[in-house]
C-alpha cells in the first residue's frame, strides 16, 4: 500500500480514510442489527451489531477531531461546526452527534437497565443510513475533485458499509460466541450486497475513466497507478472476488461443510472489512484536484 | 457595494514572483505559504502544445465554493467588498476548503493550524493603497479596481483586452480576470 506521500490527493490524508472507513462499518452494523432484528436473527449477532456501532462511529469521529488544526488546540471551536448548515460538514456533524446518543443508548442501555422504546431502534438505523449516506455526500459535493463530484459515490459508500457492517457484526458475533452461531440466513443479504457493490463500483470507475481530465487520471491511479495493489489486491481481490468465491463454492454440498465452519465465515467477513478499508482508501487517495487550465 | 477585482495580464507577466514575495514579505508568511503562486501548465495536444505560467490567488469567487462547504462560518463573503475573507478566530483547520477550491488558492498554515488565502489586501486597500502584489508587480501586469463599476479602469481594460476568468463553467463567478 502507498504511503500518504503516494496519495494523488494530500489534503486529507490517512485520518480521514479511517474516519470513513470507521464511520461506514459502525453505521452499517447497526443497520445490520436492525435488519437482523426484524428477521429474528441468532440474538448475538444482533447485539455486536448494535455494540459495535457507538464505538466505531466514535473512534472514528475522535481520529478526525485529531486531524483538525486548530480545533485541535482550540477545543472550543469545534462548536463551530455546528454552526454552517449550507455545508455538508455541518450537516454530518449534526447527524453524527445525534447518531451516537442513539446508538449509545440503543446499544448499551439495556445494559444500565434502560430499556428504550421500539422505535428506539428505528430511529438509530435511521440516523445509521444518515451516517453513511453522509460521508459519501462529503466528499462528492466537491465540483474541484471530479473523481469525487460523482451522484454514484454516496450509493457505493452505503452499499460497502453495509456489507462491512454486516461482515463487522458476524466476525464480532463468532468471536463471542466460539463460532456457535447461524448466519446461513444472511447469506442471501450478503451475496446481494457484493454484487450491488461491484456492479455500482464497476459503473461508478467507468464514468471515473470517461470523465474530464482530472477523473481520468484518478481512474488510471487506481487501475494502474501507485494505488493498484490497494485496488485489486485489496478492493477487487480481497473484498469482492475471494468473498464472491466462498459463496460460489458454499452453494454446492461438498464444499458447503467446509466454507461454513466459523474460520471461514470469519475469513471472509476479514476480506470484506480489509476490502471497505481500501474503498475508502482509493477514493480519497485518487482525488485528483481539476486542472487550472 | 463594491466588487473587487483584478485583472492579470500574461503578456505582461515576467514571471518573476515578485508578486508572490511580495505578499509573503507584506504578511509575514513561510516560504511556500504565499497568497499568490506561479503556477505552470501543459495546454493542448501535440503538436501544438504550449506551456503556460499563471499567478494564482484566491479568485474572490461571487459564488465561492469555499464558503458552501466551510461548516464554521470562518470563510465567508464580506458583500460590502465582494472579497472572501477569513475569521481566523473561527477556523477549526478542517481543510474541507481546501478540497473544495477548484484554483488550488488556500494553503494551510502549519503553525496557526488554519486555512489562509489572498485577502485581496482590504485593509491597505481602505488606506487607498493598492494590494501588494500589484504595486509591487514590475511589468504592471496587473490591475485592481473595482468591478461593480464599468468605468473604473480594471472594468475598462478586461473588457477591452478581453481578459477572461478561470472555469468560468463553474459557475463560481470569479472576481480575477486573464489576458493570455
Ligand atoms: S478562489 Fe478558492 S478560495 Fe478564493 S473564493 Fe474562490 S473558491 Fe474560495
Ligand atoms: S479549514 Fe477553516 S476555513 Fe476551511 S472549511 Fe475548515 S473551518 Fe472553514
Redesign the interface.
Known amino acids: 500500500m502507498p504511503d500518504a506521500q503516494g496519495l494523488a490527493q494530500s489534503t486529507w490524508g490517512w485520518p480521514v480514510i479511517v474516519y470513513l472507513f470507521l464511520a461506514g462499518v459502525g453505521a452499517g452494523a447497526c443497520l445490520f442489527a436492525w435488519w437482523a432484528e426484524r428477521r429474528q436473527g441468532p440474538e448475538s449477532l444482533v447485539t455486536a451489531g448494535r455494540r459495535l456501532a457507538a464505538p466505531l462511529v466514535a473512534a472514528g469521529t475522535l481520529l478526525l477531531v485529531f486531524d483538525l488544526g486548530a480545533g485541535r488546540m482550540h477545543p472550543l471551536r469545534i462548536l463551530g461546526l455546528y454552526s454552517h448548515p449550507a455545508s455538508v460538514m455541518t450537516l454530518g456533524t449534526w447527524i453524527l452527534s445525534i447518531f451516537l446518543v442513539l446508538s449509545v443508548v440503543d446499544g448499551y442501555g439495556p445494559l444500565a437497565g434502560l430499556r428504550p422504546p421500539r422505535w428506539w431502534a428505528g430511529l438509530t438505523a435511521l440516523f445509521a443510513l444518515g451516517v453513511a449516506l453522509y460521508t459519501g455526500v462529503l466528499l462528492g459535493v466537491v465540483q474541484a475533485i471530479p473523481f469525487w463530484n460523482n451522484a454514484l459515490l454516496p450509493v457505493l459508500f452505503v452499499l460497502s458499509a453495509a456489507s462491512a457492517g454486516m461482515s463487522a457484526a458476524s466476525l464480532t458475533a463468532l468471536l463471542v460466541e466460539r463460532g456457535r452461531v447461524e448466519l446461513e440466513g444472511f447469506r442471501d443479504l450478503h451475496r446481494a450486497l457484493l454484487v450491488a457493490e461491484a456492479a455500482v463500483l464497476a459503473l461508478y470507475l467507468y464514468f471515473a475513466a470517461h470523465g474530464p481530465e482530472a477523473a481520468r487520471l484518478s481512474y488510471r491511479l487506481v487501475v494502474a497507478g501507485p494505488l493498484a495493489p490497494a485496488f485489486w489486491l485489496g478492493l477487487v481481490g480481497a473484498g469482492l472476488a475471494l468473498p464472491a468465491l466462498f459463496e460460489l463454492l458454499a452453494a454446492p454440498r461438498l464444499w458447503a461443510r467446509v466454507l461454513t465452519r466459523p474460520a471461514w465465515l470469519g475469513l471472509e467477513a476479514g476480506l470484506v472489512l480489509v476490502g471497505g478499508l481500501c474503498l475508502r482508501l482509493l477514493v480519497v487517495g485518487a482525488g485528483v484536484p481539476m486542472r487550472l487550465l | 457595494m463594491a466588487r473587487y477585482g483584478m485583472l492579470i495580464d500574461l503578456t505582461l507577466c515576467a514571471q518573476c514572483s515578485a508578486c508572490t514575495v511580495a505578499c509573503e514579505a507584506l504578511y509575514g508568511l513561510p516560504a511556500g505559504e504565499s497568497g499568490v503562486h506561479l503556477?505552470s501548465?501543459e495546454?493542448g495536444r501535440f503538436p501544438a502544445v504550449q506551456r503556460?505560467t499563471?499567478p494564482?490567488q484566491c479568485m474572490h469567487c461571487q459564488e465561492p465554493?469555499c464558503v458552501?462547504?466551510?461548516?464554521?462560518?470562518?470563510t465567508y463573503r464580506d458583500p460590502a467588498t465582494g472579497t472572501v475573507q477569513m475569521d481566523?478566530?473561527?477556523?477549526?483547520?478542517?481543510?474541507?476548503c481546501?478540497?473544495?477550491?477548484?484554483?488550488?488558492a488556500r494553503q494551510?498554515?502549519?503553525a496557526?493550524?488554519?486555512?489562509a488565502k489572498c485577502v485581496f489586501c482590504t485593509s491597505r486597500v481602505e488606506q487607498g493603497l493598492q494590494p501588494a502584489c500589484v504595486e509591487t508587480c514590475i511589468g504592471q501586469a496587473r490591475l485592481f479596481g473595482n468591478l461593480g463599476d464599468p468605468t473604473s479602469e480594471v472594468s475598462r481594460a478586461i473588457a477591452e483586452r478581453k481578459a477572461v476568468p478561470?472555469?468560468p463553467e463553474?459557475g463560481t463567478q470569479p472576481s480575477v480576470f486573464y489576458v493570455f
Open positions: 503556477r501548465f495546454t503556460i499563471l494564482v465554493p458552501q462547504v466551510c461548516p464554521t462560518g470562518a481566523y478566530e473561527r477556523c477549526v483547520g478542517c481543510r474541507y481546501m478540497t473544495a477550491c477548484p484554483y488550488g494551510f498554515d502549519e496557526q493550524g488554519t486555512v478561470l472555469h463553474l
